[in-house]
């Protein structure tokens, strides 16, 4: 549990921000210049508020009141930065062993080449940093900060370089690493995508403020009319290869991997895992289940959520897993959609993209 009410008067910007944190993946986003990382960089400790406490697990970390201070090595907090901040001069293994080395042998919990491992990077120790991809520099990045053996890791718009393949990938990466090792997270980005696919909450920030606390899903709506920086919504969702055609290849997608989409022909082999991305506002909502469409995917699903403001709308679909579209309110309106209603969602397979996992 991370407990924090923060406030910070920096270069003109004041910061003043206060919430309780979970065990899982909370994710803080907003626009560009909103207060994300002037935040992180609070509860890390590499920033000093001007007033206000930090709590993790029960510790103060920090209290302006009763002049507690704790040094930002001591307190047990992995971060993850945009760029990695690899050493550029030492390869992976010394890289993911730095900071282990400096703990005391009774604190190291993880053993560093086990987290390699888990990471998928054991053919990689031996490489420097400046011989890697991006998606693998970052990933040995987050095996460097699990290495400590932190109680919370940070991670500052982690993905923020990378495309959307890559991606993909190291959210896939993330959510592993939270399930294994029962590890909170707080997930910086200004990505909604980014957000609804890895966090269990969010917290929607805009100059300086909270704005919201609530299911990601919930705060999609004013994410999205914030304007500026807010990226148009993914759905990101883990798929299994299956059969290949020609011209297609189906996909399992969804937590159980219970419902087959169509996609473009995959060079694949079947049972392989990947990534697959889908835009809100590349699917199609049917209130009936249509016909002679050269659509192939065709799934049946249920609305349980519905937001409209400013003429946009997202309604979120349930079809095994939670899947978010984009349409107007006059589209709405016509279709005569409501929460509960049984409705089809409708899109191509050239609309679907698919990475490696």
């Known amino acids: 549990m991370i407990s924090f009410d923060v406030q910070l008067l920096r270069d003109g910007f004041t910061l003043d921000v206060s919430a309780e944190l979970d065990d899982g993946i909370t994710a803080v986003f907003g626009p560009s210049g909103a207060g994300k990382s002037s935040l992180l960089n609070c509860i890390a400790g590499s920033v000093h508020p001007t007033g206000g406490s930090i709590q993790i697990d029960g510790h103060k970390v920090y209290s302006a009141t009763e002049k507690i201070w704790v040094a930002p090595e001591n307190r047990r907090i992995g971060t993850v930065y945009q760029d990695g901040a690899l ?39 031996e490489r420097k940093p400046n011989d890697l991809s991006g998606g693998e520099r970052q990933r040995v990045a987050i095996a460097r900060a699990l290495a400590t053996s932190p109680n919370l890791l940070l991670l500052d718009e982690p993905l923020a370089s990378l495309d959307g393949a890559r991606r993909g990938s190291i959210l896939n990466y993330l959510k592993r690493v939270h399930a294994e090792f029962k590890m909170p997270m707080v997930y910086v980005s200004h990505s909604i995508s980014e957000v609804v696919s890895i966090a269990s909450k969010a917290m929607l920030i805009r100059d300086g403020k909270v704005e919201g606390y609530d299911r990601p899903s919930a705060l999609l709506l004013g994410a999205a009319t914030a304007g500026g920086d807010v990226d148009s919504f993914q759905n990101i969702v ?35 895992r990947v990534v697959v991305s889908i835009g809100a506002n590349q699917i199609i909502l049917a209130a009936g289940e249509p016909q002679n469409l050269s659509a192939r995917n065709i799934i049946k699903g249920v609305v349980t959520e519905i937001w409209s403001k400013q003429g946009k709308v997202f309604t979120e679909v349930d079809i095994g897993h939670k899947y978010i579209v984009e349409l107007t309110e006059n589209a709405l309106k016509d279709l005569g959609i409501s929460v509960g209603n049984d409705v089809f969602l409708v899109f191509k397979s050239s609309s679907v993209d698919v990475f490696d996992a």
């Open 238 to 272: 883990d798929g299994v290869i299956g059969e290949s055609t020609d011209h297609l290849t189906t996909v399992q997608i969804g937590e159980s991997f219970s419902v087959n989409i169509s996609t473009r022909h995959q060079n694949k082999t079947p049972g392989e």
């Open 87 to 125: 050493f550029p001069h030492l390869d992976v293994r010394r890289n993911i062993e730095f900071g282990w080395r400096l703990l005391p042998e009774n604190e190291r919990r993880l053993d560093p080449l086990e987290v390699a491992e888990f990471l998928g990077l054991a053919h990689l120790l």
